[in-house]
Each structure stands twice: as structure tokens, then as C-alpha cells.
């Protein structure tokens, strides 16, 4: 399922193989509570609280998810991300994840020299405007590369305009635009409404299980 968790964050995100067209970016401000579905059962919750002070974006992300098969404990998954932003480029980002047991902290900062991430106490040097799986801002959609907040790794990806559909958002029925993003291990499928806002995320896990986002 590690494919599955990406900020998360996760998730940031991306010139493409085959290029989105370039989209406007909304007031990427807000809260956005999503719950998080195996296949059709409830495994948790990700929040999203994006707020704006003097032209500098906080970005705070919290995700539980606890799946259990015949009342046994079969996986637990903890990520927690702080991230700051200004003009769409990542200033600081402080990343914690325990996935099953195995934790990771990722900590990354601009520098003189570039945005330098630092993952077990390994220092790794990268371009000094880049972008997570930033889900929240569309302009992520542009990207070649990300930073996976919960690995530390910069990752090429791929990102595909799939086109129009009805999707339903609270129980109502939503004109939506739907993007495939792929990258080695990723799969995932996002969809926008025709304002720009973020509504909906689903990805695809080791033996086919669906991991789906829906709002609250």
C-alpha cells in the first residue's frame, strides 16, 4: 500500500511526456477534510488546512488510517506535514511518518544553494524552486518532478488530462476534470472541479485494492 500514501504530502507535485494544459490557480487557501476508504470501507481520515499570512502559505497535513480483517490489526499508517510555500515554491517542509512500525522523518529547506532535504541525517541537495504533491494547488499539475514528502526521494512524474465526468461530492452530483499522475510505484487518479478546487483522490494498492479520498 505504499503507493497509496503519498504527501503525502504525501503528497506535493509537475514539462510532461504528455502535458495537461496549463491551468489558472485559484486562492489555494482553505481546509479540506477528506475521508479515506479501502475499497468501499472507511479506514480513516486526511486533513488539509492551507492558510495564507503576508504572502507565505502554511500548510499543515494530518492522515490516520487503521485497516482491520476479522478484527485483527492488518495495518496502521500515521503521516503528519508541515509545509511553508511562497510564490509556489517550497520554503520548509517537516515531515513524519510511521507506516506499520517503520517511521521515517523528513525534514527539507531552502538554502543559498539550492533546497536541501534531509532524510536519517542524509543531506541531499535539489533545485531551489520545487514542489511536493501539493494536491491542494492545482499549479503542481505542471511539474516534472516532486518531493515525496515521506520518502524524501524527488521523483519524475508523469501527469495526464483524462477529460470531463459527473463525480458526486457529498452526496450531489459535480461537473469534474480528472488527471492520471503516474511515477514508477505511483498510480493515482485526481479530480478538480471547474473552479480549480481539489474534490476527490483515488489510487491504486498492492492487489488491486482502490484507496479512495472523499470529502466530509
Given at each position: 500500500m505504499k503507493n497509496a500514501y503519498l504527501t503525502l504530502g504525501?503528497?506535493?507535485l509537475f514539462s510532461l511526456a504528455s502535458p495537461a494544459?496549463?491551468?489558472?490557480?485559484?486562492?489555494?487557501?482553505?481546509?479540506?477534510?477528506?475521508?479515506?476508504?479501502?475499497?468501499?470501507?472507511?479506514?480513516g481520515t486526511h486533513k488539509f488546512n492551507v492558510s495564507d499570512s503576508d504572502?507565505?502559505?502554511?500548510?499543515?497535513?494530518?492522515?490516520?488510517?487503521?485497516?482491520?480483517?476479522?478484527?485483527?490489526?492488518?495495518?496502521?499508517?500515521?503521516?503528519?506535514?508541515?509545509?511553508?510555500w511562497a510564490n509556489d515554491c517550497l520554503v520548509e517542509v517537516d515531515a513524519s511518518t510511521n507506516a506499520n512500525g517503520k517511521r521515517t522523518q523528513v525534514y527539507g529547506e531552502q538554502s543559498s544553494g539550492g533546497f536541501i532535504v534531509d532524510k536519517?541525517?542524509?543531506?541531499?541537495?535539489l533545485p531551489d524552486c520545487i514542489m511536493t504533491f501539493a494536491y491542494w494547488n492545482p499549479e503542481f499539475l505542471e511539474q516534472p518532478r516532486l518531493l515525496n514528502p515521506q520518502t524524501g526521494d524527488y521523483?519524475?512524474?508523469?501527469?495526464?488530462?483524462?477529460?470531463?465526468?459527473?463525480?458526486?461530492?457529498?452526496?450531489?452530483?459535480?461537473t469534474a476534470t480528472r488527471f492520471k499522475l503516474s511515477a514508477d510505484e505511483i498510480d493515482l487518479t485526481l479530480w478538480y472541479s471547474l473552479d480549480k478546487e481539489w474534490l476527490g483522490?483515488?489510487?491504486?494498492?498492492?492487489?488491486?485494492?482502490i484507496i479512495r479520498y472523499e470529502l466530509s
Open positions: 504525501v503528497i506535493i494544459k496549463a491551468i489558472e490557480q485559484p486562492e489555494a487557501t482553505g481546509l479540506w477534510d477528506f475521508d479515506v476508504y479501502l475499497n468501499d470501507k472507511k479506514v504572502g507565505v502559505r502554511q500548510v499543515i497535513s494530518e492522515a490516520s488510517f487503521h485497516y482491520k480483517f476479522l478484527f485483527i490489526s492488518a495495518y496502521r499508517y500515521e503521516h503528519s506535514a508541515e509545509e511553508h536519517d541525517d542524509k543531506l541531499t541537495e521523483v519524475t512524474v508523469r501527469v495526464d488530462k483524462i477529460g470531463e465526468e459527473i463525480l458526486e461530492v457529498r452526496g450531489k452530483a459535480v483522490l483515488e489510487s491504486i494498492a498492492k492487489g488491486g485494492h
